[in-house]
């Protein structure tokens, strides 16, 4: 038999707002942090949240641990400022992990994001993007930034609905919830659980749980015009530099790598080594720093002073 279970802790882990970072360590969700967004905006429903474990849910009464179960948010980006395209690049999270057996085994997990033709939580959904990952203790308890396989790309008038899916832990003998607060929200939390009886999402309020405030939030940031020019994006000071360059590229593009070179075309070896170039050991002079990204190559001349 399943029901609809609360378990509640006095622990407080963190705070969650706009820009936050993850503290978590390796993890089974290693293989798939958000991709090195070093300015990834976050949207939360509960902005500056502190963090409470024991989010409803639906487990069995057994005791084996929890069953099915999805936690939704759903989120109109120009709501917080974007316009035009926005790229949904992942989610913002944090889980229990109660291992009842005892034998350490992970949890299937998936995040997915999604869009319907009617108002959420009506309508049909069509999925944008998704990641099919795995949990366990040493990923529970902090915040994780996670992404999605692929970004996806919408108008920031679309609303996207993010969904944080856990697999049946009954069968492996694990409970397993996301994190809530007791914090304000701006709009309402939703959960379902086919084994509950709960086809479809519904508030956290309309099934006797008023005060459970999932923590889910949807990690982006507007998309780059397809003819953006790269010279135009990324930024590269101070020129003349003396002991630090520092090269500022916009979080939605990766940095393939990233060179400097003498007038004769030798590569002086230095790194860029987050956002910043150690130029302190260079001789004066004029270098050519080549950056590769995933939009194409900034090409610029620098002066070592």
């Known amino acids: 038999m399943k029901k609809i279970t609360l378990i509640l802790s006095a622990i407080v882990l963190s705070a969650v707002g706009v820009n936050a970072q993850s503290n978590v360590g390796p993890s089974p969700y290693e293989s798939n942090p958000t991709q090195g967004y070093s300015e990834m905006q976050v949207l939360s429903h509960t902005p500056g949240a502190t963090l409470q474990n024991g989010a409803v849910a639906c487990a069995d009464t057994g005791g084996a641990g929890t069953t099915t179960n999805s936690w939704f948010r759903s989120y109109v980006p120009a709501d917080f400022g974007f316009s035009g395209d926005f790229e949904v690049q992942g989610l913002q999270l944090a889980h229990t992990y109660t291992d009842v057996t005892g034998d350490g085994a992970p949890i299937n997990v998936n995040i997915n994001a999604w869009t319907s033709d ?13 990641a099919a990952l795995q949990g366990d203790a040493s990923s529970a308890d902090a915040v994780l930034d996670l992404s999605f396989d692929a970004p996806a790309v919408v108008d920031a008038s679309t609303e996207v609905i993010v969904e944080f899916f856990v697999s049946d832990g009954v069968a492996i003998g694990k409970d397993v919830r996301i994190y809530n607060t007791a914090d304000p929200e701006t709009a309402p939390s939703y959960l379902a659980s086919v084994d509950c009886g709960i086809n479809d999402p519904v508030t956290t309020a309309s099934i006797g749980f008023p005060d459970e405030r999932i923590v889910l939030n949807l990690v982006g940031d507007e998309a780059l015009a397809v003819d953006d020019n790269i010279a135009d994006l990324v930024t590269v000071y101070p020129n003349p530099a003396s002991n630090v360059l520092n090269v500022s590229v916009p979080s939605n593009i990766e940095v393939i790598n990233a060179s400097l070179y003498d007038v004769l075309g030798k590569n002086t070896g230095v790194q860029l080594v987050n956002g910043q170039m150690n130029t302190s050991s ?9 950056v590769n990204t995933s939009r194409g190559t ?3 001349k620098i002066v070592k002073q």
């Open 282 to 290: 260079l001789a004066r002079g004029v270098y050519i720093l080549n």
């Open 118 to 130: 009617m108002v959420f939580p009506m309508g049909s959904f069509t999925l944008l993007t998704s």
């Open 298 to 300: 900034l090409t610029q």
